[in-house]
């Protein structure tokens, strides 16, 4: 079906407002925030309720039009892009609260609300919704991904956050699964079959989120060591001190070198380690900095700074969060491929061992590494120019991949499958990708679910 004929059949649902096939809003939904190629969607939707996304989804699945959702784009593995042209569902004007449940900890509401938007107005209840991607991205993407961040180390990823949610099945069907009840065990777990699934198994259109109180003391540290081997050491062993960091980041002498230029950060151009702790008392607070300095003065830190002063903790975390802005912008003539690994946070020594000495030194690039430590996760920045390739980058990252894999690990701790990680699926899961293949297949049949996403036969050739 060409779009000609597909718009008069969406404008019999929604206004005409809530529909596109301008060229500029199809190019500016044409791809997320990475380096997959791009591809424009035939028309762009608007819903506003849950109804309407049900009406169209009982159109394109009656007429087998691909159906794409859109969070806010932000990406990192092509995963929104609509790269079989077809609808394009913008969950943006879907972002409202629906209810604060202050008591129970909880809020419900649409997925197209940005997380950052969430927690300004939370902040009033003195609570917050705890996975922080750095990016503002949507509730529903969050979702959609199982984005995590640096706080996850202690709250856990979206996957850890999410009680109860409203889904439209690919034939228009609106569904409930879970509750707000904080356990539940009664049958399948569909909350978490839909959360990672990419937007290829049904739309969110409602969900109810766990709360974390915002805590009434919170210390930033800063250790920077002489080794990589020193500073990742410690972070195994703060780990294992059972002082609960709620973040653990690691960030190699590169990164902290830009971040002294970019942001001048008081830091030293070294591998360094930023903490941060949350307490209920600032006794606690004190004695686990104690603890913590200990710990790094035994791994041989050569700097150690801690600050419970909320405007230098804000400049560290923006710093850190813009870590990926601050590379992009101060490196114009060269792209990065974001690698996503993590393992077990044992094998997490040995994997970045790997990328210094498999990955970065034997092909003399620069690539900064980030990670959020605590979790196992680490992030290679690896630049491609016309020195060096794109396929270059992805052979290094397809190493790394498999790497990871070997450790028992993933090929991606945050960013998704999309079409990034679609060829290593078969390694990771074996057989039990067939099983995903099986559900896909009953929940959507006709397979318009964002098409060539997760699956290595679906995905185009990139
Ligand atoms: C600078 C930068 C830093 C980042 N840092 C992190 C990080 O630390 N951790 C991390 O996890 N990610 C990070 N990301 C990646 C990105 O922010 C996350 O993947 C995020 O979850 C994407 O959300 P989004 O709203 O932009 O979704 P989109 O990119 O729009 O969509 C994501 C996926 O969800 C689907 N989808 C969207 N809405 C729905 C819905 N309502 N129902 C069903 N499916 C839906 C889409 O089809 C797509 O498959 C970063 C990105 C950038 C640019």
């Given at each position: ?24 809003d ?22 506003e ?23 806010a784009?932000?990406s990192l ?9 077809g609808?394009l569902?913008?969950?943006e ?9 202050a008591?129970d ?11 950052k ?15 922080d ?9 969050m ?36 509750s ?47 080794t ?24 190699d ?38 603890i ?11 700097s ?36 996503d ?21 034997p ?11 605590g979790?196992?996760n680490?992030?290679?920045l690896?630049?491609?120019d ?5 396929e ?27 079409l ?43």
């Open positions: 079906m060409t779009y000609q004929e597909i718009v008069p059949l969406l404008t019999r649902i929604l206004t005409p407002g809530q529909v596109s096939i301008s060229d500029t199809r190019a500016l939904h044409a791809k997320d925030q990475s380096f997959h190629q791009p591809s424009k969607p035939d028309v762009i939707v608007w819903p309720s849950a109804l309407q996304v049900s009406q169209i989804l009982i159109l394109a699945n009656e007429y087998e039009i691909p159906l794409t959702a859109w969070g784009g932000t593995e092509g995963n929104p892009i609509p790269v079989r042209g609808i569902l913008s969950l004007r879907m972002n409202k609260i629906i209810a604060i449940q008591d900890f909880q809020v419900t509401v649409q997925p197209g609300l940005g997380y938007d969430l927690n300004v107005q939370l902040a009033r209840y003195g609570l917050f919704f705890a996975p991607p750095g990016a503002n991205a949507s509730i529903g993407g979702i959609a991904n199982n984005a995590a961040g640096s706080r996850t180390v202690r709250y856990g990823a979206t996957r850890d956050n999410v009680l109860r949610m409203e889904v439209v099945l690919a034939d228009g069907q609106v569904i409930h699964v879970g707000r009840s904080v356990k539940q065990s009664a049958g399948f777990d569909l909350v978490h079959l839909f959360i990672g699934s990419e937007g290829t198994l049904g739309i969110i259109t409602e969900a109810t989120l766990r709360l974390s109180p915002i805590p009434e003391h919170i210390s930033a540290i800063v250790a920077a060591f002489n990589v081997q020193a500073a990742v050491e410690t972070v195994v062993a703060v780990r294992g001190s059972g002082l609960d960091p709620a973040a653990l980041e690691f960030l002498a590169f990164s902290a070198q830009m971040l002294i230029e970019a942001e001048g950060l008081d830091l030293l151009p070294k591998p360094t380690l930023f903490m941060e702790f949350h307490a209920a008392h600032s006794s606690a607070l004190d004695a686990g900095i104690k913590v300095e200990a710990i790094c003065r035994d791994f041989g830190t050569i150690f700074q801690a600050t419970t002063n909320a405007t230098e903790r804000k400049k560290l975390w923006d710093a850190r969060h813009r870590h990926y802005e601050i590379v992009v912008r101060t490196h114009p003539d060269q792209n990065f491929l974001v690698t690994t993590c393992v077990p946070l044992s094998a997490y020594i040995e994997l970045v061992n790997f990328i210094e000495q498999q990955i970065r030194q092909n003399r690039i620069e690539a900064p590494l980030v990670g959020h430590a979790d196992g680490i992030h290679v690896i630049p491609f016309q020195n060096f390739s794109y270059r980058a992805q052979q290094l990252n397809a190493q790394l991949v498999k790497k990871a894999i070997s450790l028992g690990g993933t090929c991606t701790g945050e960013h998704g499958v999309g990034g990680k679609a060829r290593f699926m078969p390694i990771e899961h074996g057989g039990a990708l067939e099983v995903m293949r099986m559900i896909k297949k009953t929940l959507d049949p006709k397979g318009i679910l964002n098409p060539g996403k997760i699956f290595l036969e679906d995905a185009p050739n990139d």
